[in-house]
C-alpha cells in the first residue's frame, strides 16, 4: 500500500481558499522577516485572488489591500502582474519536484512510484498555484513569457515521460508511445484542476475524483500487460476494442470486439477460472463456481426430462432465493429463455406474464402456489414446479427438479438470441415483454465491469428483487461475468442489511436511494465494519443531498454512483463516474462506452448540448422490441433508437439530466413543469419521505399543481403553508404546487417500486366530484 503524499503547505480548501493570506507585515518585528518570505505572502495572495476574480479582475491595489501594505511596498517583490502569473508555475514545478524527490527517497519503485508520482501532481495542480495557473491560462502573457512558461510545463512531460518509458522498458506497462502516455496523464490530471472548485467541491469529492481519474489512466494507457488476457474477465473489459457491427435486423451498433457470446459460455468460464471461488450466499447455503454450475447443470437436466428445450419460456415466480440464481443459471445453460416474474405479482397481471410468454415450465415460490392461475388458462404449460422437497397438487416438487442427471454440455446459441423476456413495470398501461439477447445482457455486464471496475474480489449484495432488471442484470449476471460473489437477500430490512454487508463483507450494491437513505437513519450504522464496501450504486430516483452528505460523513470510503436505465436498455445507459456523484447531484451520469445518447425535439431532431427534449438511447445493450407486440415496437423504435419517454439534456461534458417523464410534464399558464425535478426538490425537505405531482385541469391555466406528499409526522413543519413556503424558496413561482395532499401513508407504488400516478389521479377526481 502506497501512502499518499502530503499536500504542499499551499493548499487550502473550502471557504479558507477565498480568503487571503496572513500578512508578513502585521507582525511588529517586521524586519526579522526575510525577503523571501514576504515575496512568496505575495505570490500567493495574488494566486488566490486570480482565481477568485480572474486575471482582468484583480488590480495591484487589490493585492496590495489583501496583505496590509502600500502599493510601493509591492512593487520591491514584484514588478507587475505577469510576473506573478509567470513565478506562479515555477512554484508549481517546483512543488512537483520536490515531491518526487520524496517518493525516490522513500524507496517506491515501478506502478507504485507512478502511481504516487501522478498523486503528487494532483495535489499541485488543485493547490493555490496550480488553481491560478489552471484558471488565468497563457493569454495575459506575452509571446516571449508564453514561449518560457511552456518551456517549464514541458518540464513535467518530461518527468512524466521518463518514468513511463522506464515501465515500458521494464515490462509493467504495456508497450507504446512513452509521449502519449504521458501527455495523457498530465491532461487528465490537469482536468481535475480546471473542475476543482474549493467552495463547492469538498475533500471527499477531490480524492474521490483524483483516485478514479489515477485508476482509468492506471488500467488504461498506463495498464500491464497481459500473459493470457481473457475478455471475460473485468479488469480486461478496460482495454477491450469497440467496433460497429450489425445486429437484430441491420442495426447498427458500436460493440465491444471481444466479448463473451452467451451467457452459458459466461457459466462454464466462471466455473472453470474460478472452482472454488465464492459464487452465491443465500442464508447458510454457500456455493462455490463449481458448487454452483453443478446445481444449474442438474435443474438443466431436470428441465431437460420434462420436455424443456432450448428456447422455450420457463417463468420463475419466485422472491430472492437460491432456487431463482440455480434456475436463472439452468436457463442459460440449457438455452430456455429466463421470464422473471415479480413475487408480488397477482391476479391478471400474473396470468397475462405467463400467458403472455407461452411460458411452458413455471417454477414458484411454496408461499405463490395456490395464487398461480388455473391450468385451462394457461395451455402451453408443460409442467409445474414449487420449491422445497414436498410436492403438491398439480405441482412437482424442486427437489425432484434436482434429482436429475447433470446436462454435461451447454447449448450453443447464437449471442442475437433471446435470453430473458422482461416484462415492463407498466405504468402507462399493459406490460411489454421486452425481448433481451445474450448480446444485450453481455455488454450490460460489461460496462458495470468496466465503470464500477468488478473482479472476482466483489460481493455484492443482493437487496433489490432478481426478478428486476437491476437484481438480474446488474447483479447476477454482472458477478457471473466478473467471477465475483452474489449474497442474496429474501428481503430488505436495513439492520439486517447492515450487519449482513458486515459479517460478509460486502464490497458492491446496487439499491433505490431509499435504502441509503434508512441505513444512514440506523443509530448502529457507525459500529458496523463496512469498510469493505468501496461502491453504492443506486437508481430510479434521485438521490436526496442530505443522504449524500450524511453517507460522506459516516461511510467516507464509499462511493456513490448513478445509474440510469430500464428494462429496454437491459439496464444501464449511463453510469456516474466515480468521484462526481457530490459535484453532478442533478446528473445521472455519462453514456456507457459502447451506448449512443441524443435528445431530440417533438419532430424527432437532435438538439444541441444543453438543449431539453427527449431521450433516446442506442447500443448493443437496447433490445430488440416487444415481444408479440409489433406495434409497441415500431411505435417507440427509431433506426435503432429506443424513445425512453424521458425528458432531459445532455451538458458539453456529456453528463446527462432527467427532468420528467413526458407524460407527465404539467404546463400551467404555458410554462412547463417538470414534475420530477420538483419531487426531488421537495424531497430534500427533511420531514418528506415522498413526493409526487400531478396535474389539475383549470379553465384559465390549463392545469394547475398538486403533491401528494408522504411525511415522517404531521406536524407545523409538514402543513400546506409550511411546505409550500419551503418550495417558494427553491423554485419558479409557477411550479410551486398550488393544492396538497399530505399523509403518513406510503404513496401507491407498482411491482417494481414506481410510484403509480394514475391511481393519485383517480383519488383526486374522485376527492373533486
Known amino acids: 500500500m502506497v501512502a499518499t503524499p502530503t499536500k504542499p503547505a499551499a493548499k487550502t ?70 510576473q506573478i502569473l509567470f513565478e506562479c508555475v515555477e512554484r508549481e514545478l517546483a512543488l512537483f519536484r520536490s515531491g518526487l524527490q520524496s517518493l525516490q527517497a522513500q524507496g517506491l519503485q515501478g506502478r507504485e512510484r507512478l502511481r504516487a508520482a501522478m498523486q503528487v501532481y494532483a495535489s499541485v495542480v488543485t493547490g493555490d498555484f496550480g488553481l491560478c495557473v ?107 476494442a469497440i467496433r460497429r457491427e450489425s445486429h437484430f435486423d441491420h442495426r447498427i451498433v458500436r460493440c ?127 409442467c409445474r414446479i414449487v420449491t422445497g ?79 428486476h432488471v437491476t437484481g438480474l442484470v446488474a447483479q447476477l449476471y454482472a458477478m457471473l461475468h466478473c467471477g465475483g460473489c452474489m449474497v442474496v437477500m429474501p428481503q430488505f430490512k436495513a439492520a439486517d442489511f447492515i450487519r449482513m454487508a458486515a459479517a460478509e463483507k460486502i464490497t458492491h450494491t446496487i439499491m433505490v436511494p431509499a435504502m441509503y437513505n434508512l441505513c444512514l437513519l440506523l443509530p448502529e450504522l457507525p459500529s458496523q465494519d463496512l469498510s469493505h464496501w468501496r461502491i453504492g450504486a443506486y437508481g430510479g430516483a434521485s438521490m436526496p443531498t442530505a443522504t449524500i452528505d450524511g453517507l460522506a460523513v459516516k461511510l467516507p470510503g464509499l462511493v456513490l454512483m448513478n445509474a440510469y436505465g430500464a428494462t429496454e436498455t437491459c439496464s444501464p445507459a449511463t453510469i456516474m463516474p466515480p468521484g462526481q456523484t457530490a459535484a453532478h447531484r442533478d446528473s445521472v451520469g455519462q453514456v456507457v462506452p459502447c451506448g449512443e445518447i441524443c435528445v431530440v425535439d417533438e419532430q424527432g431532431n437532435e438538439l444541441p448540448r444543453g438543449g431539453v427534449g427527449e431521450i433516446w438511447i442506442a447500443g448493443p445493450m437496447v433490445v430488440s422490441g416487444y415481444w408479440k407486440n409489433p406495434q409497441a415496437t415500431a411505435s417507440e423504435f427509431t433506426g435503432g433508437f429506443w424513445h425512453s419517454g424521458d425528458i432531459g439534456s445532455m451538458d458539453a461534458e456529456g453528463f446527462v439530466r432527467i427532468l420528467d417523464r413526458k407524460k407527465d410534464v404539467i404546463i400551467r399558464g404555458g410554462y412547463k413543469v417538470y414534475c420530477a425535478s420538483v419531487e426531488n426538490i421537495l424531497c430534500e425537505h427533511p420531514q418528506v419521505i415522498d413526493a409526487a405531482l400531478v396535474g389539475v385541469p383549470c379553465a384559465v391555466l390549463g392545469e394547475r399543481v398538486h403533491a401528494f406528499v408522504c411525511v415522517r409526522e404531521l406536524n407545523e413543519q409538514t402543513q400546506a403553508s409550511a411546505l409550500q413556503a419551503y418550495g417558494a424558496r427553491l423554485l419558479a413561482d409557477y411550479a410551486v404546487p398550488e393544492t396538497w395532499t399530505i399523509g403518513t401513508e406510503p404513496l401507491p407504488r407498482n411491482l417494481n417500486g414506481k410510484i403509480v400516478k394514475r391511481e393519485l389521479r383517480q383519488s383526486l377526481h374522485a376527492a373533486l366530484i
Not at 495591484?60 to 501594505?69: H, M, N
Open 134 to 240: 489552471s484558471r488565468v491560462g497563457e493569454d495575459p502573457l506575452s509571446e516571449v513569457r508564453r514561449h518560457e512558461l511552456r518551456k517549464l510545463k514541458a518540464q513535467v512531460d518530461a518527468d512524466f515521460r521518463a518514468l513511463i518509458a522506464q515501465g515500458m522498458a521494464e515490462g509493467w506497462i504495456v508497450t507504446g508511445d512513452p509521449g502519449v502516455g504521458a501527455f495523457s496523464v498530465v491532461g487528465a490530471i490537469s482536468g481535475i484542476g480546471r473542475w476543482y472548485r474549493p467552495e463547492a467541491h469538498s475533500d471527499q469529492s477531490l480524492q474521490d475524483a483524483v483516485s478514479h481519474c489515477i485508476e482509468m489512466l492506471m488500467r488504461g494507457v498506463l495498464s500491464a500487460p497481459h500473459d493470457s488476457p481473457s475478455p471475460l474477465l473485468a479488469g480486461d473489459t478496460l482495454n477491450t
Open 389 to 467: 422437497s414436498t410436492a403438491r397438487e398439480g405441482f412437482e416438487s424442486f427437489g425432484a427438479l434436482m434429482m436429475a442427471p447433470p446436462l454435461t454440455s451447454a447449448h450453443k446459441g447464437a449471442e442475437d438470441d433471446l435470453a430473458v423476456l422482461l416484462y415492463t413495470s407498466g405504468t402507462t398501461g399493459r406490460p411489454k415483454g421486452a425481448m433481451i439477447s445474450h448480446l444485450n445482457i453481455v455488454h450490460s455486464v460489461m460496462h458495470y465491469a468496466q465503470l464500477m471496475g468488478l473482479s472476482p474480489q466483489d460481493r455484492t449484495a443482493v437487496a433489490v428483487p432478481l426478478s
Open 256 to 382: 465491444y470486439a471481444e466479448r463473451p457470446a452467451t451467457l452459458a459460455q459466461m457459466l462454464g468460464t466462471a466455473a472453470r477460472q474460478f472452482p472454488q471461488g465464492a459464487a452465491m450466499v443465500c442464508g447458510d447455503l454457500r456455493l462455490s463456481w463449481h458448487e454452483l454450475h453443478h446445481a444449474a447443470c442438474k435443474c438443466a437436466g431436470g428441465l431437460a426430462q420434462r420436455g424443456i428445450v432450448a428456447g422455450d419460456r420457463v417463468a420463475l415466480h419466485l422472491g430472492n432465493s437460491s432456487e431463482f440464481v440455480i434456475a436463472t443459471l439452468a436457463c442459460a445453460w440449457l438455452g430456455a429463455v429466463l421470464v422473471p416474474v415479480s413475487s408480488r405479482a397477482r391476479g391478471v397481471e400474473l396470468e397475462f406474464a405467463l400467458h403472455n410468454a407461452e411460458a411452458k415450465a413455471l417454477i414458484c415460490g411454496a408461499e405463490l402456489a395456490d395464487l398461480q392461475p388455473a391450468a385451462d388458462n394457461l395451455p402451453h404449460l408443460r
Open 13 to 82: 480548501s473550502g471557504r479558507q481558499a477565498t480568503q487571503s493570506v496572513d500578512s508578513p507585515w502585521s507582525a511588529r518585528l517586521e524586519r526579522e522577516h526575510q525577503h523571501q518570505t514576504k515575496k512568496e505572502a505575495v505570490l500567493l495572495s495574488a494566486a488566490r485572488l486570480f482565481t477568485r476574480k480572474g486575471f482582468q479582475g484583480t488590480s495591484l491595489d487589490d493585492i496590495a489591500q489583501s496583505l496590509g501594505v502600500t502599493k510601493p511596498t509591492l512593487y520591491y517583490y514584484i514588478d507587475n502582474k505577469e
